[in-house]
């Protein structure tokens, strides 16, 4: 099967399991998925599937990408603050949809893989820091729109959440019951913060340290 069916048929499924925003399923269409995807897994670049990448980390399911991206709303004047970088997929995605993507990560070696594909595919709005995602990126705030990729605890960080606009929504992985962790959007409104659950997900944990030390190197693609 050729990459355009293959996208076509990725595209249909995001379809029928509740991915109706036109420009979120424009920009999974437009972003190369294989160029992330390491050399083993090419074959199922284009599946609906979670894959391994380096340090451990994986490339999360096209679905839930697509899911959380809608869920979160994003408008091209926005700047949008992404916590896990990883293989930069998500990143990828946003950067179609907004005005800028800043995006951390705490593990180096993947930040530098996902700088190298954001050179080559001409993403040029999106900002790289490798650093403690949850500390977020306090020089930048506040940002409308917060995407969190790895696994939390009960309660979002609270350096996220103060970066986080009036009117702004973020989506992040909470833990639950039974220590499952479910997909939560939370905006941010004068008087507070409000909460809302929306479906269960598997994710990395989010951590607070660096394995490294981490600088404050900042580049932008």
Not at 4 to 28: E, F, N, P
Not at 150 to 178: F, H, N, S, Y
Request: net charge neutral.
């Amino acid at each position: 099967m050729s990459i355009d069916a293959r996208k076509i048929r990725l595209i249909m499924s995001l379809r029928r399991h509740g991915v109706t925003d036109t420009r979120v399923l424009a920009a999974i269409e437009r972003i190369p998925r294989d160029q992330f995807v390491p050399q083993t897994f090419q074959d199922q670049a284009w599946e609906d599937t979670a894959l391994p990448i380096d340090q451990g980390q994986t490339i999360s399911q096209p679905l839930v990408v697509a899911l959380m991206t809608q869920a979160l709303d994003v408008h091209e004047r926005h700047k949008v603050l992404e916590i896990g970088t990883g293989s930069g997929y998500q990143a990828a995605v946003l950067s179609r949809l907004c005005r800028r993507v800043y995006t951390l990560e705490r593990l180096r070696p993947l930040l530098l893989d996902a700088e190298r594909r954001f050179h080559a595919l001409r993403l040029h709005n999106i900002t790289t820091r490798h650093g403690d995602g949850t500390r977020g990126w306090p020089e930048q705030a506040p940002f409308e729109r917060i995407m969190v990729t790895a696994g939390g605890g009960r309660e979002p960080p609270k350096d996220l959440t103060d970066q986080l606009a009036v009117g702004g929504v973020m989506v992040i992985p909470l833990e639950g019951d039974w220590r499952e962790h479910r997909i939560v959007r939370i905006r941010r409104t004068e008087t507070g913060l409000d909460r809302e659950e929306l479906w269960p997900v598997r994710f990395v944990p989010l951590l607070p340290d660096v394995p490294a030390v981490a600088d404050e190197r900042v580049r932008t693609a």
